[in-house]
């Protein structure tokens, strides 16, 4: 937590357990092994020779090195960068040292008879992929940022604020009480809202969130507003993107109920399913008024952001199917240090 | 001079509130009666006539007929009462109302800046059709026909035909025929996607073309008529149109 108000994000170890990181890992070292064959070879014929060879004697090493740091994320997660960094390199060279009589026992190229020229390559693959980590890390930072400002433009249409505020306003003078509740509830709300966002919240908060916002709603749509919840308990506690369902939610509203004369439901189910978080957010359609700009905006944010915080693990689509538009999210179920 | 006749449309109930307590407190300034309110666009024109009301507050962002299209609609009264918008945030409508100098109010409203709107409205500012149509170009919902003092709509999406008809439009739904005051040319341009022309003085709904059979002779030649859905008679294609025209029933 101490990191919320600096403007980079701290230099971080990947997550190894995450499937898009062992992807890029295992893409980047092949194709430095690809490069590094290319320098190796003086003609074309030669070129396929090496690439056999040098993947015999990389490939062990590197699952190796892969399936031992997903083993022990848990444990680097909890040394600083530095510290992290020299136990990655330990990891490696001593996954390179350990397989190394397998090389010579299947025979492989001279180049790698020589216990020494491997680790070298190792070390200089390890330290070629985490600058490349690095590099990641510093570039998406301020792209975290600059989500989180997008985010704040597109999150509460001017629209709800003022449709709200004169609501407010017609509650003043024949019911005080009611108008009390509600400016609290949007004061809440702009807290929340002007907060620094980029750090993940537990799933409860987040719905609390949506709660006032729809009790906003309810207060100038009336009926014609109905909201079903099917929550999990067992998700209360997973971390989510702060600020990604209100603004579905608020989607679902100006799209699903506003356009309709009939009273019109939203449903929002969320389920866990062991290690992951699955959320479906559903509203009536209404094929007419798609006109309607803004939809796209949000739907393209919080994709974004669900991929700043969850790589690849995370999914967001939408579908329409029955006459109602359909929001499907999955992620990665994890609680809070 | 009797008080002036006001009418409220807004889809949200404590926004009705809100502008009946405003008039209240502007009733000292400028005497007025509310007339009714409605909570959507059909309810609203019926009410405007039945009152015979002066002006209207409409909200614009309105389901199923904006407070744009309504106020088109208005306009087939014989005397269409002053119109006022009210919007919460809409940029697009308000820089069109800007350019077009249409009095608009924004939510929340402010009872000075509703007294001096109401004041205008009373001294008989009126709105144009054209203006609305620049405003909105979106194509409406509804036809509007004025009738006995009545408003009656007519769901653009049951019109089977258009025919020209001297300055008037016939229209033609399962049911009956209205006559409506517009050019087949601007409902053909407004509704392009809808309507498509057979014939110089018809327009025809897209959708509801089953095919196309030999017609009969005329003038030494054959021509083709066009078989719509829910309808007996057969229209006539003209030549000119029949290019562009035959391959729209066919893989239906």
Partial sequence: MQSIRQNHLPDALPDFRNLGVISRILLSVNALALLFAVARSREIGEFAVKVTEIAGSLEPVLLAAVVVLYAVSPLLERLDYVQGLAAVFAIVLAASAALFPLQTYIGGSDEFRDLAWNLLCSASATAVVAWYFHLRNRAFSPAISEARLQALQARIRPHFLFNSLNAVLSLIRKDPKRAEGALEDLAELFRTVMADNRQLVALRDEVSLCRQYLNLEQLRLGERLRVEWRLDPAADDGLVPPMFLQPLVENAVYHGIEPGIEPGLIEVRVERRSDRLWLQLTNPYHPDYQHRQGNHMALANIRERLQLHFDVEASLNTRIADGRYEIGIAMPYRTGP | ?252
């Fill in chain 2, 1 to 252: 001079m009797s008080p002036i006749r006001v009418v409220i449309v807004d889809d949200e109930q404590p926004a009705r509130n809100r502008l009946r307590e405003l008039l209240e407190d502007c009733r000292s300034d400028l005497p007025h009666a509310v007339a009714g309110e409605a909570a959507n666009g059909v309810q609203g024109l019926q009410l405007v006539a039945a009152a015979d009301a002066d002006v209207v507050l409409v909200d614009i962002h309105m389901p199923e007929m904006s407070g744009i299209e309504f106020a088109r609609h208005l306009q087939v009264l014989e005397r269409p009462p002053a119109v006022i918008f009210v919007t919460a945030h809409d940029r697009y409508a308000i820089e069109a109302f800007e350019v077009n100098a249409v009095d608009y109010l924004t939510k929340p409203v402010r009872a000075v800046r509703l007294l001096t709107a109401l004041k205008k409205a009373a001294s008989g500012a009126r709105l144009s059709r054209g203006v609305l149509e620049s405003i909105d170009p979106a194509p409406r919902r509804h036809f509007s026909v004025a009738e006995r003092g009545r408003v009656t709509l007519v769901p653009v999406s049951e019109v089977i035909y258009l025919m020209a008809e001297l300055k008037y439009l016939t229209l033609r739904t399962r049911e009956r025929e209205h006559l409506v005051e517009e050019s087949l040319t601007q409902v053909e341009q407004e509704f392009s996607g809808v309507f498509v022309r057979v014939h110089r003085n018809c327009l025809v709904a897209r959708r509801l073309i089953r095919g196309f059979e030999r017609g009969v002779e005329t003038e030494g030649e054959v021509g083709w008529s066009v078989v719509l859905e829910g309808l007996e008679e057969k229209l006539p294609v003209s030549r000119r149109q029949w290019p562009q025209v035959k391959s729209l029933g066919s893989g239906k």
